[in-house]
Protein backbone atom coordinates (compact mmCIF):
# COMPACT_ATOMS: atom_id res chain seq x y z
CA UNK A 1 0.00 0.00 0.00
CA UNK A 2 1.30 3.43 -0.50
CA UNK A 3 0.44 6.63 1.31
CA UNK A 4 0.71 10.22 -0.71
CA UNK A 5 0.35 13.38 2.16
CA UNK A 6 0.32 16.85 0.31
CA UNK A 7 1.48 19.77 2.34
CA UNK A 8 2.03 23.75 1.61
CA UNK A 9 -1.88 24.69 0.84
CA UNK A 10 -3.01 27.93 2.07
CA UNK A 11 -4.21 31.90 1.42
CA UNK A 12 -2.30 33.83 -0.66
CA UNK A 13 -2.87 37.06 -2.57
CA UNK A 14 -2.80 37.56 -6.35
CA UNK A 15 0.67 37.09 -7.58
CA UNK A 16 2.13 35.28 -4.76
CA UNK A 17 3.72 31.74 -4.28
CA UNK A 18 3.33 28.36 -2.93
CA UNK A 19 5.20 25.48 -2.57
CA UNK A 20 3.18 22.21 -2.62
CA UNK A 21 4.89 19.15 -0.96
CA UNK A 22 3.38 15.63 -1.80
CA UNK A 23 4.87 12.88 0.65
CA UNK A 24 5.09 9.34 -1.07
CA UNK A 25 5.51 6.13 1.78
CA UNK A 26 4.67 2.39 1.47
CA UNK A 27 5.76 -0.18 -1.40
CA UNK A 28 6.72 2.41 -4.15
CA UNK A 29 7.12 0.56 -7.26
CA UNK A 30 9.36 2.45 -9.95
CA UNK A 31 9.31 3.90 -12.05
CA UNK A 32 6.44 5.85 -11.52
CA UNK A 33 5.14 9.61 -12.66
CA UNK A 34 3.92 11.87 -10.12
CA UNK A 35 0.49 14.00 -11.00
CA UNK A 36 -0.68 16.99 -9.57
CA UNK A 37 -4.52 17.85 -10.12
CA UNK A 38 -6.62 20.71 -9.01
CA UNK A 39 -10.27 20.83 -8.48
CA UNK A 40 -12.11 24.50 -8.18
CA UNK A 41 -15.45 24.78 -6.88
CA UNK A 42 -17.88 23.70 -8.77
CA UNK A 43 -15.50 22.52 -11.42
CA UNK A 44 -14.14 19.22 -12.67
CA UNK A 45 -10.78 17.85 -11.23
CA UNK A 46 -8.14 18.77 -13.90
CA UNK A 47 -4.12 17.95 -14.51
CA UNK A 48 -2.05 20.62 -13.63
CA UNK A 49 1.43 18.75 -14.45
CA UNK A 50 3.01 15.65 -14.14
CA UNK A 51 6.86 14.07 -13.61
CA UNK A 52 8.15 11.06 -14.58
CA UNK A 53 11.21 8.52 -12.39
CA UNK A 54 13.37 9.90 -14.68
CA UNK A 55 12.38 13.86 -14.54
CA UNK A 56 10.03 14.36 -17.72
CA UNK A 57 7.64 17.09 -17.16
CA UNK A 58 4.50 18.31 -18.70
CA UNK A 59 2.44 21.19 -17.71
CA UNK A 60 -1.22 22.39 -18.62
CA UNK A 61 -1.10 25.15 -20.83
CA UNK A 62 -3.04 27.31 -17.86
CA UNK A 63 -0.11 26.94 -15.33
CA UNK A 64 3.04 26.94 -17.71
CA UNK A 65 5.51 29.11 -17.15
CA UNK A 66 4.05 29.86 -13.38
CA UNK A 67 4.53 26.52 -11.89
CA UNK A 68 7.13 23.95 -11.53
CA UNK A 69 7.00 20.05 -10.69
CA UNK A 70 10.12 18.74 -9.36
CA UNK A 71 10.73 15.43 -7.35
CA UNK A 72 13.34 14.44 -4.90
CA UNK A 73 14.17 10.50 -5.57
CA UNK A 74 15.99 9.72 -2.35
CA UNK A 75 12.91 11.15 -0.55
CA UNK A 76 9.68 10.05 -2.10
CA UNK A 77 9.08 13.66 -2.19
CA UNK A 78 7.35 15.77 -5.04
CA UNK A 79 7.06 19.66 -5.25
CA UNK A 80 4.88 21.71 -7.08
CA UNK A 81 6.10 25.35 -7.04
CA UNK A 82 3.23 28.42 -8.05
CA UNK A 83 4.60 31.29 -8.80
CA UNK A 84 2.50 34.18 -9.73
CA UNK A 85 -0.71 32.78 -8.36
CA UNK A 86 -3.91 33.76 -9.73
CA UNK A 87 -7.56 33.85 -8.25
CA UNK A 88 -8.67 31.33 -11.01
CA UNK A 89 -5.85 29.04 -9.56
CA UNK A 90 -7.27 28.39 -6.22
CA UNK A 91 -8.66 25.03 -5.81
CA UNK A 92 -8.03 21.55 -4.04
CA UNK A 93 -4.56 20.57 -5.08
CA UNK A 94 -4.36 16.62 -4.89
CA UNK A 95 -1.14 14.36 -5.62
CA UNK A 96 -1.55 11.32 -7.61
CA UNK A 97 1.58 9.17 -7.90
CA UNK A 98 0.81 6.19 -10.93
CA UNK A 99 2.72 3.43 -10.48
CA UNK A 100 2.61 -0.34 -12.39
CA UNK A 101 0.90 -1.59 -8.86
CA UNK A 102 -1.88 1.09 -9.09
CA UNK A 103 -2.69 4.77 -9.01
CA UNK A 104 -2.91 6.32 -5.53
CA UNK A 105 -4.18 9.70 -4.07
CA UNK A 106 -3.49 12.00 -1.03
CA UNK A 107 -6.23 13.83 0.34
CA UNK A 108 -5.33 17.08 -1.10
CA UNK A 109 -4.41 20.94 0.08
CA UNK A 110 -5.97 23.73 -0.07
CA UNK A 111 -5.13 26.65 -1.94
CA UNK A 112 -6.59 29.74 -1.81
CA UNK A 113 -6.01 33.31 -3.90
CA UNK A 114 -7.08 36.51 -3.05
CA UNK A 115 -7.84 39.06 -5.55
Known amino acids: QVQLVESGGGLVQTGGSLRLSCVASGSIFSPNTVVWYRQAPGKQRELAAT???????NYADSVKGRFTISRDNAKNTAYLQMNSLKPEDTGVYYCGLNTRGGMYWGQGTQVTVSS
Open 51 to 57: ISTGGNT
